[in-house]
């Protein structure tokens, strides 16, 4: 891919925008639904919580929530008035149960100690102040809740031709000193990896990828 169409896809999976948008949400929906699915397991989801998850993109995976245990109602929240509009359109079955909530980026607009669960994937390359951010999670969770955090390892994401395009990488040693400057003071890391289809080809590559489950 040429330089400026590598610049236009890291635009859109920060934030995805139109129609092209559209077609961005379905292939992050593809290339991270391992990522979500394992991210969705770790959370330990039980009967009556109530969970966020901090950038939903198209959100065609929150029936997956939904069936992990009984009157669970989900949250999602996100950047992109286009990812928002589908994620409406795509789970309109569940709209007693799953709300979808439109904001600027930074405060969470809701009230303290809200959520059970909180979780995101692949969203922390685009928090412009991530301790700050952090502190916000950490405000709308629950004492005894859960926050799992699910990233792209530096050591695998720098080798992406779009990541040098306003993407922040860490490795696990980046991201466990930067939560530590946080309110959170407890996390357990869980290493993954898995094969994907590549956003810039047809090849299948190998995705290191970190699972962090972090308490108050």
């Not at 629950?142 to 395009?165: A, C, H, S, Y």
């Amino acid at each position: 891919m040429e330089k400026e169409d590598l610049k236009i896809l890291a635009q859109n999976l920060a934030n995805p925008q139109g129609k092209k948008g559209i077609e961005i949400g379905e292939m992050m929906n593809d290339t991270n639904i391992g990522m979500t699915l394992e991210s969705i397991q770790t959370l330990l989801i039980e009967d009556d919580e109530h969970i966020l998850e901090i950038g939903h993109g198209n959100a065609d995976h929150v029936k997956n929530i939904l069936n992990k245990a009984t009157n669970i109602n989900y949250t999602g929240i996100d950047i992109s008035e286009t990812m928002h509009q589908e994620a409406i359109r795509r789970n309109a079955a569940f709209e007693d149960q799953a709300d979808f909530v439109l904001y600027e980026g930074e405060k969470l607009p809701f009230e303290d100690k809200t959520f059970d669960k909180i979780f995101t994937v692949n969203t922390v390359y685009f928090w412009e102040q991530p301790v700050e951010y952090l502190n916000e999670i950490y405000r709308v969770l629950k004492d005894n809740g859960t926050f799992v955090i699910t990233f792209g390892q530096r050591n695998f994401m720098e080798k992406l031709p779009f990541t040098q395009f306003d993407f922040k990488l860490y490795s696990n040693t980046e991201m466990e000193e930067m939560i530590s400057k946080s309110h959170f003071k407890r996390m357990k890391i869980s290493e993954r990896e898995e094969q994907i289809k590549s956003k810039t080809s047809q090849e299948t590559i190998t995705r290191n990828y970190t699972i962090l489950t972090i308490k108050k």
